[in-house]
């Protein structure tokens, strides 16, 4: 804009108010027009109008046409559909005290009352950031969005947890308020939710576990003290154990075999052909014991291999043709006339199911494979009127109500994958199975390994 436009102008500058603002304009607004309203419904009226003034004008009026000249806090949480603070206080407390049966009965209350969960969670994540703001600032801060009245309960609410504690609590409510938007059945997603907050607070942090195992002493005031110490030096946080480098126990030949050229057997960019020999060789020169180790994968390597569509994606785009023939548990004829059936239904559709490189029926299931090129054709056939339409084909075809779905070949490679290396797996879980650190964080929390990863080789 010109100077000369710009000078000849009025300049507006809109801006959200905070929450002391609207309510100190809402005050004065009921004096002068003889409301006798409270100062948690004026708190309720001020965060549901979300920095803006016009907003909390109508809902006042809302709130008088409701309530009259005399305005309680529970008929306003009434009509506009907000949780009590009661509530919100019993969910600490729950969570304070670790009661999963406190949290999961508020949710029960809520859906015998009627009431929008998705309002709850909000006003808990509401909640729970005037926690994390009073434990981090003080009860005092203009951060907070509370009256005077409530700032107490807040700071005696916030003593209660730390703030990685507060943090956390945060982040677990924010995904669940997702899945609350995202997916259907509102009341398990919440149950579950409640139940991750229950969970996490009884979780301890990571430094202090590190150091307790450091020092092999129980949880007391020693582990703490520990604890403060390696927050105070993060240059001395212990690394993770050393592994000590995997042999897999083979019957060694009384004579060294020559071992074939790597590169020229096994291309680098082939997933399935190089994990097995990069996950299991070892990450250190160990003389004899290497040339034995290397014997079976350059075997392996040496072996004429099947050509596989997904081992390659490169590969997998000349093959298109091949693989569009290639059924399992479905006869060609079959996979032909289901085709025809969709081709006269909707030619649209036709032309996404002939990009399919494989089809395979089992049990009550068809499956539509796609390859990782065509990924964009597999997520247009997962649309529920697609996938409806190959269903009433498939199963007017098969004689038989079946479901159908579409997958990517990637998908079916990775799986098949992991359980060629489940072997690898299983003998390099023994090993970290008698690790001490390993046992001691066993004993410490009572669990179990889940899953073994190896760690990639650095080039």
């Known amino acids: 804009m010109s100077i000369q436009f710009a000078s000849r102008s ?22 002068k027009e003889n409301l006798q309203i409270e100062s948690g419904a004026l708190a309720v009226i001020a965060r549901m109008a979300e920095g803006s003034l016009r907003d909390a004008l ?30 919100l206080e019993e969910l ?9 049966d406190r949290a999961l009965g508020l949710v029960h209350t809520f859906q015998k009352e009627g009431r929008n969960l998705q309002h709850f969670c909000r006003e808990a994540i509401r909640h729970m950031r005037n926690l994390l703001i009073a434990r981090v600032c003080g009860a005092d801060s203009d951060l907070i969005a509370a009256t005077p009245d409530q700032r107490p309960a807040l700071e005696r609410a916030s ?44 979780l301890a942090p990571l430094e202090e576990l590190l150091a307790e195992v450091r020092s092999g002493a129980p949880a007391s005031g020693a582990s703490a003290a520990s604890s403060r110490a390696t927050t105070a030096a993060p240059a001395s946080l212990p690394v993770l154990p050393r592994r000590e ?10 004579t060294p075999r020559v071992q074939p050229t790597q590169p020229a057997a096994a291309p680098r960019n082939s997933m399935n052909e190089t994990a097995p020999s990069e996950r299991l060789r070892a990450p250190e020169p160990l003389g004899s014991g290497q040339t034995e180790m290397a014997v079976p994968f350059a075997a392996m390597s040496a072996q004429p291999r099947l050509a596989v569509p997904q081992e390659s994606p490169r590969a997998a785009e000349p093959e298109a043709v091949t693989l569009a023939a290639q059924v399992s548990g479905i006869t060609e004829e079959q996979v032909a006339e289901i085709k025809q059936l969709i081709q006269a239904q909707q030619k649209f559709l036709g032309e996404l199911i002939e990009h399919g490189t494989r089809w395979e029926l089992e049990g009550a299931e068809l499956r539509i494979y796609f390859s990782s090129n065509n990924r964009a054709f597999a997520e247009m056939l997962e649309g529920r009127e697609a996938l409806e339409k190959v269903r009433i084909a498939s199963s007017k075809v098969l004689g038989r109500t079946v479901r159908v779905c579409a997958r990517l070949e990637a998908v079916a490679a990775a799986a098949a994958s992991a359980s060629r290396a489940g072997s690898a797996t299983q003998e ?4 970290f199975e008698r690790d001490p650190m390993v046992k001691s964080m066993l004993q410490r929390f009572g669990g179990k390994i889940a899953e073994v990863k190896h760690r990639p080789e650095e080039t």
């Open 245 to 254: 480098p995997f042999t897999p126990v083979t019957s060694a030949p009384s």
């Open 159 to 202: 003593s209660q947890f730390s703030e990685e504690d507060l943090t956390r609590f945060f982040q677990i409510l924010l995904q669940t308020d997702d899945d609350l938007r995202r997916k259907p059945d509102p009341r398990v997603h919440l149950e579950m939710g409640l139940l991750r907050l229950i969970n996490a607070a009884r």
């Open 58 to 87: 109508s809902l006042l009026e809302q709130a008088r046409a409701f309530c009259g000249d005399k305005i309680p806090d529970k008929d306003v949480r009434e009509l506009l559909g907000v949780v009590p603070d009661d509530a």
């Open 92 to 100: 600490v407390g729950a969570i304070a005290s670790g009661s999963a």
């Open 10 to 31: 009025q300049h507006f500058h809109f801006r959200a108010l905070t929450f002391a603002e609207i309510t100190g304009r809402l005050q004065e607004i009921a004096q």
């Open 428 to 431: 390099l879980r023994a090993q």
